[in-house]
């Protein structure tokens, strides 16, 4: 069974709702109802929530850069030192 419900929002909240709704071809209602329902995964975030989330996307994109092995490692300490 539905129901209606009145939110109060921004108006360029809901004009931007409303764009993204067309975009996605569906109505706001059906939007809102699906954003509900995907519950935990679009739960409002705190900034360092959102900064952490960059940044781990940042880094999984980033190149990954060649380590040396401990040996490696090693000889070269030996040979800046001693030489």
Excluded: W, Y
């Excluded at 993204?20 to 929530?49: D, H, V, W, Y």
């Amino acid at each position: 069974m539905k129901t209606k419900l009145t939110l109060t929002v921004k108006k360029n909240i809901i004009e931007s709702a409303k764009r993204t709704a067309k975009n996605k071809g569906i109505s706001l209602s059906q939007m809102f109802e699906e954003i509900c329902q995907e519950g935990r995964s679009n739960q409002i975030k705190t900034e360092p929530q959102r900064a952490a989330e960059r940044l781990l996307q940042k880094i999984e994109k980033a190149k990954s850069i060649k380590s040396k092995d401990d040996k490696e490692l090693i000889k070269s300490h030996v040979k800046r030192k001693f030489a």
